[in-house]
């Protein structure tokens, strides 16, 4: 398997603009997990799907960013308007099973994001 | 609300020093504590896992303790080779989440 992928690697935009970041898991996991990290508050868990539903959003920042997995290979996590202030690098994660129990997640590489 | 330190938040030694890393958590009902190593520009790896009914993991060079009475868990490195620079994250998994601490950037220099 190639692991979790995201797309794109580096996101450079302007203050305003709409930001579309892109993550497929790994086939067979059933849970997708997007985190956000900075300097300032390390990795912070923003949202988890389980089975592509939405199980727990409490970590988004604000109304600006969604979240969506139309399928099981899918999920994208959307910033609208972006800020200076979302700046940093969000991760997405995958996992056969929750958190919990024996079983790990396994991390994308990232997509670096600026907004200028 | 758990939340997690690690400390020293930098670390430089030379090449085949034996060294800690440390990790302390407030919230002692956890399922799990893992560490992963994240390289410059790259995700997460997890390197060791240990259950809440579990002492300490090891795998190879490295070997993770975990206290949970006290809220703390160490991750070991032996011989460490330059190849281990890298930065280390320590995550207590509680309730549906892992709650991350800011991580120990160590630089080993040959």
């Known amino acids: 398997d190639a692991g979790v992928i995201q797309s794109p690697r580096h996101e450079v935009t302007e203050m305003g603009q709409e930001v579309t970041l892109r993550c497929k898991p790994i086939?067979?996991?059933?849970?997708l997990f997007w985190y956000r990290q900075t300097m300032m508050r390390g990795l912070e868990l923003l949202i988890y799907f389980n089975n592509n539903v939405p199980i727990d959003d409490s970590g988004m920042p604000e109304d600006r960013f969604s979240a969506k997995m139309p399928n099981a290979s899918f999920s994208t996590l959307k910033i609208q308007p972006s800020e200076p202030r979302d700046s940093a690098v969000y991760f997405c994660?995958?996992?056969?099973?929750?958190?919990?129990?024996?079983?790990?997640?396994?991390f994308g590489p990232g997509t670096r994001l600026l907004v200028l | 609300k758990q939340e997690v330190t690690q400390i020293p938040a930098a670390l430089s030694v030379p090449e085949g020093e034996n060294l800690v890393l440390n990790c302390s958590f407030t919230?002692?009902?956890?399922?799990?504590l893992q560490w992963f190593r994240q390289d410059p520009g790259k995700g997460l790896t997890s390197l060791l896992l240990?259950?809440?009914?579990?002492r300490e993991q090891t795998s190879g060079r490295l070997n993770a303790s975990l206290d949970k009475s006290s809220g703390r868990s160490t991750l070991y490195i032996a011989a460490s080779q330059p190849g281990d620079s890298a930065t280390y994250l320590c995550a207590a998994t509680g309730f549906q989440k892992l709650v991350f601490g800011t991580g120990t950037r160590l630089l080993v220099s040959p």
């Open positions: 240990i259950q809440s009914s579990q």
């Open positions: 994660a995958s996992s056969q099973r929750l958190a919990g129990s024996q079983e790990t997640q396994y």
């Open positions: 919230d002692s009902a956890i399922y799990n």
């Open positions: 086939s067979g996991h059933d849970y």
